[in-house]
């Protein structure tokens, strides 16, 4: 990608980022952004310093290729075939050479076959297998185990099963919220699991939406039913030691369409109130880390989706709002994205945006070059001077706040 083509990119990003900039300031803002660190010292997993911003000039230090993959290879999750691993096994491979996480699925879209998950036991297996050949044994092992629908540990094999994030939300009640969150929690740390994509924020402004209303994945239409649910639940996963993701930045609920099967745009029917959940949780310091959706909001940035938009992550994520954590993309090979722009593309604009952490579930596309490919991508940018080493340790030092203690 030219340099005038990333340029024109920021300058269309930072128009839409100054409307939208301007038009919240009068909601929900108070003297201090939320999310910023409070007169009592926060926890260090929640108040590091912000880092440079994507467009700050290369560092003069020299660069060690070898120690920068492996930092490069720690910031990535990827997902893979299989309910057992072996050692010559590419993923095997890539942990042992620093790759930072991987997801576990229980059936893969592409061959609508069994995928990783199952059994119990056999789950257990696979995750200490994979944790052994993990440098330092700080291996993040995520799973997106939501409840309802979208659980990836369920009856199916042999898991217990689980109410959605719709049950609990009208529900309300803090004691429900608390035993169901109790359940998920331990159902995921009985075999291993230490990072969960979940709980979704999204409000629920289209229940005929088919990425999140007609599942059931949004605990209400009301924030601050959304903000007590995830509030409850995220306190259990901490208890237990296990990180969450909040999704889907900056509001996926009134959407008509699944940014996993093509491109999805809220332009008109996006209404800020959909960020709220996020500035009252991150008021609270309740969150660990933020997806960043592949949906497009022209109210926010005039052409790029959220995932890929600099006006989006930095400006509005981490500026207006005040997160100083870190930033997960959504899949980066969803039709969303890999319809549009190429893998190198992509993963250009991702982390030129701000983004910490890529995943790659490898689903719809399956490519065991992933990670030594992505890796090469950002090695560019590096000494292409478009990325520093400075923005690159900043993300690894964020991400490893999501890692289990040694």
């Known amino acids: 990608m030219n340099e005038a083509r990333l340029t024109r990119r920021r300058l269309l990003g930072g128009i839409g980022s100054a409307a939208i900039v301007a038009g919240l300031a009068g909601c929900g803002s108070s003297a201090k952004p ?23 000039r290369p560092s003069p230090t020299a660069i060690d290729d070898a120690a920068l993959r492996r930092k490069i290879a720690s910031l990535l999750v990827v997902g893979f075939r299989g309910e057992t691993v072996a050692s010559g096994d590419w993923i095997m491979r890539a942990i042992a050479d620093g790759l930072g996480g991987v997801i576990l699925f229980d059936q893969d879209q592409l061959t609508k076959t069994r995928r ?20 330092g044994g700080r291996l993040i092992v995520s799973v997106d185990q939501e409840g309802g629908q979208i659980a990836r540990l369920n009856p ?21 919220t608390r035993a169901w969150a109790q359940g998920l929690v331990h159902e995921m740390t009985s075999v291993g699991f230490n990072l969960n994509f979940a709980p979704v924020v999204d409000l629920n402004i289209n229940r005929s939406n088919p990425a999140i209303g007609a599942l059931d994945r949004s605990f209400s239409a009301n924030p601050d039913v959304v903000v ?56 609270a310091d309740s969150v660990d880390s933020i997806m960043a959706a592949h949906v497009l909001n022209h109210q926010l940035d005039p052409k790029l989706p959220a995932s890929l938009s600099h006006a989006v992550v930095h400006d509005l994520l981490r500026v207006k709002l005040g997160w100083t954590g870190p930033v997960v993309s959504d899949d980066m090979q969803a039709v969303a994205i890999s319809s549009k722009y190429g893998r190198s593309e992509a993963t250009t604009m991702a982390v030129e945006a701000g983004v910490d952490m890529l995943v790659f579930a490898n689903q719809e596309t399956y490519n065991t070059k992933i990670v030594s490919e992505t890796i090469d991508t950002i090695l560019g940018l590096v000494h292409s001077g478009k990325v520093t080493l400075a923005q690159i340790d900043q993300s690894v030092a964020r991400v490893d706040r999501l890692r289990p203690a040694k």
């Open 116 to 135: 990783n998950i199952a059994s119990p036991s056999q789950v257990t297996t696979l995750i200490r297998t994979l944790k052994k050949v993990s440098p």
């Open 228 to 283: 007590a649910c995830a509030t409850e639940e995220i306190k259990v996963h901490r208890s237990a030691g296990v990180r969450t993701v909040l999704k889907h930045f900056p509001g996926l609920g009134s959407a008509t369409g699944n940014t996993d099967f093509g491109v999805v745009d809220v332009s008109k029917t996006w209404k800020p109130i959909e960020l709220e959940p996020y500035q009252k949780l991150l008021k």
């Open 156 to 176: 199916a094999d042999g898991f217990a099963a689980t109410k959605s994030q719709a049950d609990i939300g009208a529900a309300d009640s803090t004691a429900t």
């Open 34 to 56: 939320a999310g910023a660190p409070s007169d009592t010292a926060a926890p260090a997993s929640h108040s590091q310093p912000a880092g440079p911003t994507p467009s700050a």
